[in-house]
Nanobody, 115 residues
Framework: QVQLVESGGGLVQPGGSLRLSCAAS????????MGWYRQTPGKERDLVAQ???????TYADSVKGRFTISRDYDKNLMYLRMLSLKPEDTAVYYC?????????WGQGTQVTVSL
């Protein structure tokens, strides 16, 4: 059974930084397309960043240059390093694993950027 657990969210001031982690069980993250999505109330869940099994990365335009997605092969973790955070980055962030058309979601972690 595939399970994803996010951590690292919290309250941060504008301009601050956070690192989100996604711990995976039941899969090897390096063999999946792994992604971070975010969602605010009343809106759709949007892709923030993605890394495929070959290591190629994709970022939403709004986070390019500020966010970095990465994987730790030894710990089977995925990260999202977020710098220069803005109030509009406030959302619930979800970890996603995709392979062969099957997708799994974590439970989400709240990120709030505010004074």
């Amino acid at each position: 059974q595939v399970q994803l657990v996010e951590s690292g969210g919290g309250l941060v001031q504008p301009g601050g930084s956070l690192r989100l982690s996604c711990a995976a069980s039941g899969i090897i993250v390096s063999t999946y397309t792994m992604g971070w999505y975010r969602q605010t109330p009343g809106k759709e869940r949007d892709l923030v960043a993605q890394i495929d099994s070959g290591g190629a990365t994709t970022y939403a335009d709004s986070v390019k240059g500020r966010f970095t997605i990465s994987r730790d092969y030894d710990k089977n973790l995925m990260y999202l390093r977020m710098l220069s955070l803005k109030p509009e980055d406030t959302a619930v962030y979800y970890c996603n694993a995709l392979k062969w058309g099957h997708t799994t979601w974590g439970q989400g972690t709240q990120v709030t950027v505010s004074l």
